[in-house]
């Protein structure tokens, strides 16, 4: 177990680090913001509807709407009617919005890959950040599940 004040440390040193490279990772994507990424990833992992985005990645419906708004007028992607649901629209990547997505995971890729190298255990380093990907995706339901659970007790 490691003792509290190293673990203090080790943490803000984490969120020092993470933060930013955050910022690196947003200034290597001149096309797309890493909202923009975000939103087109979650599209092509299937995410069609921006209500189930906007609590996947945790944002409010204003931010998604805009997101959403801005990739439709670039062409990346489009809305259509959903099958099931006249009410609804589903998202779809078009070609060109494929084409930006891989893009730009190519460049974020490479951006974290020379970053690890660059630490005295590379693939420990990958592997640490790789495994927060399942955690925050429980994280992020346990956020949803709790603001759906608010809203059905209003």
């Known amino acids: 177990m490691i003792e509290p004040s190293r673990r203090q440390a080790d943490a803000r040193a984490a969120v ?6 955050s910022r690196i990772l947003e200034r290597s994507l001149p096309e797309l ?12 992992e299937g995410e069609a509807r921006a209500s189930r985005l906007a609590h ?5 419906k204003p931010a998604i709407s805009s997101t959403v708004d801005s990739l439709v007028r670039r062409g990346l992607l ?12 589903d998202l ?7 084409a930006a997505r891989a893009s730009a ?15 005295d255990d ?11 990907e399942p955690a925050i995706e429980r994280r992020q339901a346990f956020i949803a599940a709790a603001r759906h659970a608010a809203g059905a007790a209003l």
């Open 56 to 60: 996947r990645l945790a944002l409010g």
């Open 33 to 44: 913001s890493l909202a923009d990424f975000r939103v087109l990833s979650a599209v092509a």
């Open 105 to 119: 995971e190519e460049a974020l890729i490479a951006i974290v890959t020379q970053l690890v190298d660059d630490t």
């Open 92 to 98: 779809v990547l078009t070609t060109t919005g494929e």
């Open 16 to 21: 020092n680090a993470l933060t930013r490279a």
């Open 122 to 132: 590379a693939a420990a380093t990958l592997t640490a950040l790789a495994s927060l």
């Open 78 to 89: 489009t809305k259509q009617a959903h099958d099931a649901d006249q009410r609804a629209t």
